[in-house]
């Protein structure tokens, strides 16, 4: 009878472990599961930088932001699920140049944009970069165009801006002239934050290409290098874009998706 009593009492023991083990496996389950769900409901944010720069120079001309360089990279991270907020150093309208804007510059990403009202809606209702806080975003994207060469190398509140960004080691993306924003950017320690890095941009054959060597403020090849940066480019016009840890830089208009490919991967 001891015998019979003392097995029973055994098997209540393991079942009652076997369920107890079964609820925390089920718990354990239910929480990854959780986990899981809000990884793939998690947005990622990025931050769009334009120029509100309207004038080439003397020149009498306008300029402003190069609609292929944002219209690609829009849509390429709008397409993926990314929400995206376009700020420049004013607020407001942000310029277009019109060169970018002629048949000649037609792509797929701007013939879209032209039919996107909401883009459109919200190129001429940007916020003010001062309101824009790093904390709030994955990564951050400056679009070109010759305007940036004008009001975003010296922006203090971009500069600021870039800088906190980059110390929370988020991806800081630039493509064509936007790679001049990062002339008085700098690291923890007061070193130059492309000095030892390997960057493209705008070369100077394609500035001289275009006429415009004697009317820009600076030569973003000659910056580059002159900062310390292992600066290269491909051939004129062609795709071409590097990135070195964070930071990410393509040399001119066509570069602009794989930018934007690179700034998608990094945000994985």
């Not at 849509?75 to 150093?89: E, M, Q, R, S, W």
């Not at 310390?228 to 830089?249: E, F, K, R």
Request: charged share 25%; with cysteine; hydrophobic share 35%.
């Amino acid at each position: 009878m001891n015998l019979i009593k003392t097995l029973a009492l055994t098997l209540t023991i393991i079942t009652a472990s076997s369920c107890k083990e079964g609820k925390k496996e089920s718990t354990s389950e239910k929480v990854s599961e959780e986990k899981t769900t809000l990884e793939k409901d998690k947005t990622m944010k990025v931050l769009f930088v334009l120029t509100s720069h309207d004038q080439l120079g003397d020149t009498g001309k306008k300029t402003g932001f190069w609609v292929e360089e944002f219209a690609s990279p829009y849509y390429t991270l709008l397409d993926k699920g990314v929400a995206i907020t376009i700020a420049t150093p004013k607020g407001g309208a942000a310029p277009i140049d019109p060169s970018s804007d002629s048949p000649d510059a037609a792509t797929a990403a701007t013939d879209r944009f032209n039919k996107d009202a909401d883009a459109k809606s919200k190129i001429a209702n940007t916020n003010k970069l001062s309101d824009m806080d790093a904390d709030d975003f994955d990564a951050v994207f400056y679009p070109g165009g010759h305007g940036p060469l004008w009001d975003l190398t010296n922006d203090k509140t971009s500069i600021s801006l870039i800088e906190k960004f980059n110390n929370q080691k988020k991806p800081i993306a630039f493509v064509c002239h936007a790679p001049a924003v990062l002339k008085d950017v700098k690291n923890e320690d007061g070193t130059r934050l492309v000095k030892g890095k390997k960057v493209t941009g705008f070369s100077n054959s394609e500035e001289s290409a275009v006429g415009l060597t004697e009317v820009v403020p600076l030569l973003l090849e000659d910056m580059l290098i002159e900062s310390g940066a292992h600066y290269t480019n491909g051939d004129d016009w062609a795709a071409y874009a590097v990135q070195d840890g964070n930071l990410i830089t393509g040399q001119n208009p066509a570069s602009s998706e794989l930018v934007a490919e690179k700034l998608l991967e990094s945000l994985k």
